[in-house]
Nanobody, 126 residues
């Protein structure tokens, strides 16, 4: 499966952005994939942000819970990340990831995902 992340940009603190992750590939059954969002800043490890499972169950990191919302549209083979009340510390490259085999306890582990998108830059600054 190929993943294409988009929607990043420059936003002021307190603002909002919506990221999208479009999946494609021969014979794709998007609904069978667990989908995740991760982010990374230079010099640091990739950090879990949010994930959504096959039944649309969700998991969030503590730093974004209550501000970010992950969702999926299986008809469009697309996952979204609605980011509200953005803070400068949310600045990072955001990556989407997919895997068919994960259980809930594995959602937040970047090593669990087999497929990755190319990343989209989010910058929160005044």
């Amino acid at each position: 499966v190929q993943l294409q992340a988009s929607g990043g940009g420059l936003v002021q603190p307190g603002g909002s952005l919506r990221l999208s992750c479009a999946a494609s590939g021969p014979g794709l059954t998007f609904r069978s994939y667990v989908m995740g969002w991760f982010r990374q800043v230079p010099g640091k490890d990739r950090e879990f942000v949010a994930a959504i499972g096959r039944t649309s169950n969700t998991l969030y990191s503590g730093s974004v819970r209550g501000r970010f919302t992950v969702s999926r549209d299986n008809g469009k083979n697309t996952m979204y990340l609605q980011m509200n009340s953005l803070k400068p510390e949310d600045t990072a490259v955001y990556y989407c990831a997919a895997d068919r085999q994960l259980i809930l306890s594995e959602y937040s582990n970047s090593n669990s995902y087999d497929h990755w998108g190319q990343g989209t830059q989010v910058t929160v600054s005044s």
